[in-house]
């Protein structure tokens, strides 16, 4: 018998309307542990890398961790792997809530959905029983109307992750959404499980996770919430995530009308603070994630639109959406927000595509015969309607739907696209933080910053990890410098490949916890040894480098670990980085040479042969 995994998959097949479970391999499951790292190692041995992200032949993979579900803190994640109709590369989006415990505790692993319904369906997991369902009625409803229907039609104790209209249309952007307002939200994740005709997966478990250890679990657990002492703790209970925009405006990271410059005069309009003291409602402290003591989410009001009360808004939302458009009514801001959870969009790149719109338009590469209405910076109401146009690829919100690059792309002006492999940036300019720079142009999924959480080493209070100490850092690393940023970048990733594996959310070690706890909650819960920090280490390398083996055969070459050209050519013009672009050109070489790739950026047969990748080297 397994502990931490329940070594079951259950595979539905949308097609042929059926479902079977198979085996979890021991082997597998301690190479490549769950989530992230499960679901990447099917989707490398199921897909074609070759294929349309949109045909039937992709894959779904709902992929929990051995930690979702057993209580450890914070271990409530599953990851959604496939291949993205944003980048054409590996897609991988993770949420909270009570959905990743509800696979677990209907006892299983990982769901994967194949195949296409001919017509619109929804799926309900009753612990093992599986049922297929018309989701005729239901198809066109929001997120939270597709939540109550689906519930109502199955369980009052089920579990829901479902899209909505973004997801139907294909938007490539587009999310799912489990828990009324828990986002798996990039990649385009949604516009798969539309293409599918899968209106929703709704699970319903009764069971529970056993662990291999129980002393030991309950020991390293109770380390684990003794650890969590950052100050930062208060602070993201009482503001949530956007209590750190003041913070990334100080060190001029604040993306500004599509990251033209790094501050934002009007900062304080759209802060955390702010947002607490006039738009929200509660956190989410009791109906949030399970098994988490920092109950960061939000649930806030707005006082006009379609929508006056829902989830969020996050840090990056505000960021993008409200910052990087310049749209500092956080009213607006909020009722974007609430129009992206409702239709199931990533507000990252929703608010990243309408800055690169707003640009493009304001240099008058757009015309507004286009659009329909004028689109400077600044223009809330027209930043909510374009949000409102795109959910539904109404009119100009057809061509923003397929995201910034290829509506740049179609203008003649790329450039303008603040994007790293066709998927946006978050809300930090990597010209003031070097290790941003690094991250975003290396990630296999494209511009993303919680894969690795870069930003955290320079700006945040993580001088906890043992990786930072024992390389000697006692405090935060200088933003600005890229010399020591290399190998600390290469190191993120691959660490947080195991959290987003091990099923745990990425704020709990930078708010105290560290490796050796997540070691022992990992090996507490399944048995297995995990060998050390080396060990560690090497099983999120090899994770890694399958994800960047599998965007090889789909066509994502090296060459495009690469930054746009304002990042590059154009220096910062304001705040603390004022004067810099990002140095990537000197952190590449360092960083492929420490990676073991070749100076091309290509994996070595000798680190192949390390990772136990040789024969995916080979099929290259």
């Known amino acids: 018998m397994m502990t931490g995994w329940h ?98 505790f ?39 109307q597709t939540e109550h229907a689906v519930i109502a039609a199955t369980a009052p104790d089920a579990k829901v992750s479902c899209i909505g209209p973004a997801g139907e249309r294909l938007v490539r952007y587009a999310c799912v959404i489990n828990d009324m307002g828990r986002a798996a939200g990039r990649s385009g994740v949604g516009a798969v499980m539309g293409s599918k005709k899968l209106k929703a997966l709704a699970v319903r478990g009764t069971g529970g996770v056993k662990v291999a250890d129980k002393a030991r679990f309950l020991e390293t657990t109770r380390r684990c919430y003794e650890a969590l002492t950052d100050p930062y703790i208060e602070h993201f209970h009482k503001h949530g995530t956007p209590g750190v925009l003041a913070l990334v405006n100080t060190y001029g990271g604040l993306p500004t009308k599509n990251f033209q410059f790094g501050t934002n005069a009007y900062h304080e309009d759209i802060s955390g603070e702010r947002l607490a003291e006039a738009q929200s409602v509660r956190t989410r402290m009791g109906m949030g994630c399970p098994s988490c003591p920092v109950a960061c989410g939000r649930v806030s009001r707005s006082r006009g639109g379609a929508y006056t009360v829902g989830a969020g808004p996050e840090y990056e939302t505000i960021g993008m959406l409200g910052s990087s458009c310049y749209t500092n009514d956080l009213d607006a801001v909020t009722q974007a927000n609430f129009i992206c959870n409702r239709a199931g969009l990533d507000t990252i790149t929703m608010g990243a595509t309408i800055a690169c719109a707003m640009e493009m338009y304001e240099r008058g590469h757009i015309p507004r015969t286009d659009i329909g209405f004028p689109l400077p910076f600044g223009d809330g109401a027209a930043m909510v309607r374009l949000t409102e146009m795109t959910a539904r690829r109404e009119g100009f919100g057809d061509l923003m739907a397929e995201g910034s690059y290829r509506l740049a792309e179609h203008y003649g002006h790329p450039e303008y696209s603040m994007s790293a492999k066709k998927q946006e940036f978050a809300s930090y300019d990597p010209r003031a933080i070097q290790s941003m720079g690094l991250a975003y142009a290396t990630e296999p999924r494209g511009g993303c910053h919680i894969r690795g959480e870069a930003q955290d080493v320079s700006i945040y209070s993580v001088t906890h990890w043992n990786l930072m100490k024992d390389r000697g850092y006692e405090q935060p690393l200088d933003p600005l410098s890229w010399e020591d940023q290399p190998e600390i970048v290469a190191e993120l990733q691959d660490w947080f490949r195991l959290i987003d594996s091990g099923g745990l959310c990425n704020f709990m070690f930078y708010l105290g916890m560290d490796e050796d706890q997540l070691r022992d909650l990992i090996e507490a819960a399944t048995g297995m040894d995990m060998g050390g920090h080396r060990g560690l280490l090497r099983i999120g390398a090899r994770i890694f480098n399958l994800e960047v083996l599998f965007n090889r055969r789909a066509g994502v070459r090296a060459s495009e670990d690469t930054l746009p050209p304002r990042m590059l050519d154009e220096p910062l013009p304001d705040g603390p980085g004022k004067g810099y672009v990002v140095h990537l050109a000197e952190m590449l070489p360092p960083y492929y040479a420490f990676r073991g790739w070749d100076e091309r950026g290509d994996l070595t047969p000798e680190k192949a042969a390390e990772l136990g990748l040789e024969s995916e080297l080979a099929g290259l």
Not at 110 to 123: D, L, Q, T
Not at 128 to 133: E, I, R, Y
């Open 106 to 144: 209907a006892g299983f692993d990982m769901v994967v959905v194949e195949g296409a319904s001919r017509k619109p369906v929804f799926v309900f997991i009753d612990d093992g029983k599986v049922s297929f369902h018309d989701a005729a009625d239901v198809w066109g409803m929001d997120t939270e």
């Open 7 to 104: 070594g079951r998959i259950l595979r539905i097949d949308l097609t042929a309307a059926a479902a079977t479970v198979e085996e979890l391999d021991r082997g597998v499951a301690e190479q490549y542990i769950g989530g992230l790292g499960l679901g990447t190692r099917y989707l490398y041995d199921e897909v074609d890398p070759a294929i349309d992200p949109l045909d039937r032949a992709n894959k779904l993979y709902f992929a929990t961790g051995p930690l979702t579900g057993t209580g450890a803190p914070a271990g409530n994640r599953y990851m959604l792997v496939t291949k993205s109709p944003l980048t054409g590369g590996i897609a991988n989006s993770n949420a909270a809530g009570d959905f990743p415990q509800a696979i677990k």
